[in-house]
């Protein structure tokens, strides 16, 4: 254990660290704090300049409903759930194909392929910005959300393979080659021990892709306009040049956009920190 | 495809034996083209979405284009214009504080990591708790630290305190961007300190106990024993906040977008702005800006790559 546990240490030390730590706590959440007391007050109390005391009204259902219903809030929201969900399932879904390719099978080819999924998952969005706009262009796919998915499959594929072929090519090889001896076929090799077997991996994925597609920002303004397709992300962008002084419903507005992910991420805890992580006993 | 759907009529006579040699082939040559198919789709989609579009770009910043008219072929002169931009110094020179600042995430994610790796009541909420920034996004950190450095805003009260009523940071340009960087570290250290916990968790209890029996104690067994078993947690955590202060896009966006007088531009916001925005369609220039900063973050790929491959030859 490192450091030593707090257990073996003097009382002394015991009692502040109990008291550090929600203090700790508090200080590094004040933002996030303020802006939820935001959330609930009224115009009254944000013109008053009372930003930290007790709000002298309790108006975040209120305020949500405004946001609701003054804004097209409603849409973002399932805008971003119609982008998130295809890209997850096309971003797992191919990249367990990828993954296995790489990690089980030997041709000359394999570790440049599997370096060039890794160096294009590093690549600055701007590089590719441009090119990628006008082929959304060409193929009548801009400002819709198959053009958005389309891309944000292919740019996650890269993510996902070197996830899922770390994470395969640590399964026991003999599973493999003991189905080859029986003569199962490479196909049912994937699907009957490899797809199985990677579960863990595909959940893992599967929430932190969420939560990256969820927060994408950059590819919802290159690629969508208007507000029929546009995800709460770059709507809330849109809201906040409106909203200049209207804090209270702005922040309302961004609690809402981050409670899916942060639903997803305490439900899915320990599959989103292992797939933050499955790299780092790997490097 | 028209000869290829016309051989099975030319062996009518031998179907039968067709059909057993054809899947004979297949079982000889199945080991050898299964990974071919499996990597078909996303190789497919990997080039066209991807690696294509690199090199379409470094192609037209050599273009002089603004995406409708016929492009005219400049050579360099995109490049050379760039020498002689005063915001696209001032934007580098950005990217520069925003690399060296969020540098102090990783120090920072270790030492919270430290701080909370104990066992008391509540500690695995309290862990997430502190992770929490990093799941929000970046559009919703962004206006949170927007709000938060208002002069009207929540920071208000304490300025006045402090007697710098009405100052606003980032309407400041000498600070400005300083205000963008602590915003957007902030999810950084929650970040890094995650990858610091499970480092923390998985270190050899055998080394640090035999360590403590020589007496090491303190910085000693830190620096000694405790960081080196760290090494892949640092490196990592190395990686993801350089790629992340190169990805400063969607903070200056949403805080500054720019402003106030170009001195919060990173490369990111100021290429979007030179090809997209309101400012003009300049694509090709647009692109020589994009250009510089994939080289800039093509060093970080190789260093990558390189440090995986060496991995990769002793594991196989």
């Not at chain 1, 294009?120 to 701007?126: A, L, R, S």
């Not at chain 1, 292919?154 to 993510?159: E, L």
């Amino acid at each position: 254990m490192f450091p030593i546990p707090i257990q073996k240490r003097p009382l002394i030390n015991r009692i502040s660290y109990k008291i550090l730590v929600p203090v700790s706590l508090f200080v590094w959440l004040i933002p996030l704090i303020g802006i939820m007391l935001t959330s609930i007050r009224g115009l009254g109390d944000i013109t008053a300049g009372n930003y930290w005391g007790i709000p002298s009204e309790f108006l975040l259902f209120s305020n949500i409903k405004d946001v609701f219903q003054n804004t097209p809030m409603l849409s973002y929201i399932i805008n971003s759930f119609k982008i998130t969900i295809p890209t997850v399932i096309g971003a797992v879904a191919i990249s367990c194909m990828t993954g296995f390719a790489l990690a089980s099978y030997k041709f000359k080819a394999n570790l440049f392929i599997f370096f060039t999924f890794i160096a294009g998952n590093f690549v600055p969005f701007q590089i590719l910005m441009i090119p990628v706009r006008d082929l959304t262009f060409q193929m009548g796919l801009y400002d819709t959300v198959t053009g958005l998915v389309l891309f944000h499959v292919a740019f996650q594929t890269g993510f996902c393979t070197l996830f899922m072929r770390n994470f395969i090519k640590a399964l026991p090889n003999e599973l493999f080659e003991a189905a080859r001896i029986d003569g199962t076929s490479e196909f049912n090799i994937f699907l009957k021990i490899v797809v199985p077997l990677t579960r863990p991996a595909i959940a893992a994925l599967s929430v932190l892709i969420f939560t990256f597609i969820w927060n994408d920002f950059f590819w919802a303004t290159v690629l969508i306009q208007g507000q029929h397709a546009m995800p709460i992300t770059a709507g809330l962008k849109s809201l906040n040049g409106q909203w200049v002084t209207v804090y209270h419903l702005l922040s309302a507005g961004s609690i809402i956009a981050a409670v899916p992910p942060v639903i997803m991420f305490f439900l899915m805890q320990k599959h989103f920190i292992a797939g933050l992580t499955l790299g780092a006993s790997k490097g | 495809m028209g000869w290829f759907s016309t051989t099975p009529f030319l062996n009518v006579p031998n179907s039968i034996q067709i059909t057993y040699r054809k899947s004979s082939w297949w079982k000889l040559n199945q080991q050898r083209l299964t990974p071919w198919i499996f990597l078909f789709p996303g190789l497919l989609l990997f080039l066209v979405y991807v690696i294509w579009p690199i090199f379409n770009s470094l192609y037209i910043s050599l273009l002089q284009w603004d995406g409708l008219s016929p492009a005219i072929y400049v050579g360099l002169s995109n490049y050379i214009e760039l020498l002689d931009d005063e915001y696209f110094y001032i934007s580098l020179m950005n990217n520069l504080k925003w690399l060296i600042l969020f540098m102090l995430a990783v120090p920072i994610g270790l030492g919270l990591a430290i701080f909370l790796n104990q066992t008391i009541f509540g500690i695995r909420l309290i862990k997430s708790l502190f992770f929490f920034p990093f799941v929000i996004s970046q559009v919703v950190i962004g206006i949170i630290f927007s709000w938060f450095y208002n002069p009207r805003g929540v920071i208000g009260p304490f300025l006045d305190k402090l007697g710098l009523s009405n100052y606003a940071i980032l309407a400041d340009e000498n600070f400005a961007t300083y205000g963008i960087i602590f915003a957007g570290i902030y999810p950084q250290i929650a970040y890094c300190m995650i990858l610091y916990l499970t480092g923390l968790n998985n270190l050899n209890t055998d080394q640090i106990e035999a360590g403590r029996m020589d007496g090491a104690k303190g910085f000693s067994l830190f620096k000694n024993i405790i960081l080196p078993q760290l090494k892949p947690a640092t490196f990592l955590a190395i990686v993801v906040t350089v790629i992340g202060s190169l990805r400063s896009f969607d903070m200056v966006a949403i805080m500054t977008q720019g402003g106030p007088y170009g001195s919060t531009n990173v490369l990111a916001y100021y290429m979007f702005e030179t090809a997209l925005s309101e400012y003009g369609y300049r694509m090709g220039y647009g692109s020589a800006i994009a250009a510089v900063l994939f080289t800039i973050m093509m060093f970080y790929i190789l260093f990558f790559i390189y440090r995986m491959y060496q991995s990769e030859k002793k594991g196989l």
